[in-house]
């Protein structure tokens, strides 16, 4: 990531599918810190402004807990999407060497809308 103080100190951010997982599952489950703390963590992440990959053709009202994140090729949005209020699944998208940020994005969508009626079936 284009952390640059990190960088400048030969340190370098990154993450995997399986980290953002394993977060995102204990988000799901209320495990993170404690009950107050994990809710306040999903209003947070519910509050995304950034809506153009997991969210982007689900109907409208369907709840995103998500954080995205870019840089130059890089295209990530993960998290969790509630179908009911006790049911849901997570979505992870990391994509790198994608210079087309439009056709990444579009993508996403499609494919989290794909995923998302199958979950309804």
């Known amino acids: 990531v284009e952390d640059l103080k990190a960088y400048e100190q030969g340190l370098s951010n990154s993450t995997t599918a399986r980290d953002l997982l394993v977060i995102f599952e204990h988000l799901a489950t209320g495990t993170i810190i404690n009950e107050a703390a994990n809710a306040e963590m999903i209003e947070i992440l519910k509050d995304q402004n950034f809506n153009d990959m997991i969210s982007a053709k689900l109907p409208k009202g369907t709840e995103v807990a998500h954080?995205?994140?870019?840089?130059?090729?890089?295209?990530?949005?993960?998290?969790?999407?509630?179908t009911s209020s006790n049911s849901g699944y997570i979505l992870i998208f990391l994509s790198k060497n994608a210079p087309n940020r439009a056709e990444v994005l579009e993508t996403a969508a499609t494919i989290s809308k794909i995923i998302y009626d199958y979950s309804k079936a």
């Open 67 to 82: 954080k995205t994140g870019w840089i130059t090729n890089v295209h990530h949005d993960s998290g969790i999407v509630y």
